[in-house]
Structure formats: C-alpha cells, structure tokens
T-cell receptor
C-alpha cells in the first residue's frame, strides 16, 4: 500500500502563478523527499527534508514538513511552462530500508 | 557524467520468454533498487540491494529475480514474463538517501 498520498491528483495553473501540492503519510519517517517526473522519463530528485526540519527552500521550491500531522507540502513559486510534470513525494520510513512513493500530482502550467 | 543506465529502453516480448533488464550506475552507490510504475498505482518497489550480494524483496517481488554480483550492476530478471508484468520499469541508485533514476524501460508482454 502507498505510504504517501498526494493531493490534488492534478493541478492546472497559469504561468507565473504558484502551485501547491500536499502529501500525507502514515508511519514515522527519517526524511521525506520530492521528485519530479516529465512524461515517461526518469524521476529527478528535487529536495529532501529530514524529520527534524520544518521548512526547506531550493530556488523556487519551498517544502514544509509537519510530523505531528504526518504531512508535507511542496510550493513552486512563479511557475513556468517547463514546470509541467508529475510531482511525487517519497517517504524514507524509519522502520525499513526503502523509499515509498505516493501516487503523484500532475501539474500543468499553461503559458 | 553521473548516471544510471538501463537497457533495453523499450521491449515487446511474449509470455514465457525469459528476459533481463540491465541496470548500471557509475556513482559507486551501494544502494540500488527496481521500481515499476503503473497508471493509478504509482511507483512500487520490486527489489532492492543494500550492497554486493545483499538483496531483499520490495512490495511486489513476485515474478521477478535480481542479482548483485558487482557494485555497479543490478539486473532485473523476468524468468517467465506474463502480461501483468507489462509496465514501465525504473532502476535507481543511492548513497545518501537521494535516489538517482534511470530513464526507464517500457516492457510489453503479449
């Protein structure tokens, strides 16, 4: 079963707008990661946030983590057409040696 | 250039014909893993390896085998492929938690 569940499943915005997607998970984690996947291609790592961190930034990306609610959010600011992709959260579970992926959010940025 | 290389990228085969999808990484990573991606089901882990000669089952190992005889290579073996193994397969490697993915192998089993 999936550890992470993204919300929404799909998102359509205009270029320049911000895009926010959320991830909820079920068990204790060491860290949570976000990945991007362009259609049919391999996933690309975006950012990793550890369980003792609450917020992290990387360029136009901002990730938050709330371990009490078992949730994370990814914000993409000033979106561009090139940000069109699927975004996945992945949890590194504290009890195992694996990274479990959610179902992803498909983001469409219209020029 | 740091990369994970999978071959073949595309394959159409028939039920029961053994096949191997190769995966090689040039980053000296200890951890390697195979995932399959299916519409509506996301990415599911098939097998993973913490180091040479150390492999373990993921969430969906049935019908698959792996081996890790060398650090850089982690082939995925389908001994007797069936149509339900039609999928997009990804190999990934890691040294510090962040996964590096190959470009994927799209497999169709008729």
């Amino acid at each position: 079963s999936q550890q992470g569940e993204e919300d929404p499943q799909a998102l359509s915005i205009q270029e320049g707008e911000n895009a926010t997607m959320n991830c909820s998970y079920k068990t204790s984690i060491n860290n949570l990661q976000w990945y991007r996947q362009n259609s049919g291609r391999g996933l690309v790592h975006l950012i990793l946030i550890r369980s003792n961190e609450r917020e992290k930034h990387s360029g136009r990306l901002r990730v938050t983590l709330d371990t009490s609610k078992k949730s994370s959010s990814l914000l993409i600011t000033a979106s561009r057409a090139a940000d069109t992709a699927s975004y996945f959260c992945a949890t590194d579970e504290a009890a195992g040696n694996k990274l479990t992926f959610g179902g992803g959010t498909r983001v469409l940025v219209k020029p | 250039e740091a990369q994970v290389t999978q071959n073949p990228r595309y394959l159409i085969t028939v039920t029961g014909k053994k096949l191997t999808v190769t995966c090689s990484q040039n980053m000296n990573h200890e951890y390697m893993s195979w995932y399959r991606q299916d519409p509506g089901l996301g990415l599911r882990q098939i097998y993973y390896s913490m180091n040479v000669e150390v492999t373990d089952k993921g969430d969906v190992p049935e019908g698959y085998k792996v081996s890790r005889k060398e650090k850089r290579n982690f082939p995925l073996i389908l001994e007797s492929p069936s149509p339900n193994q039609t999928s997009l397969y990804f190999c990934a490697s890691s040294s510090s938690g962040e996964l590096f993915f190959g470009e994927g192998s799209r497999l169709t089993v008729l």
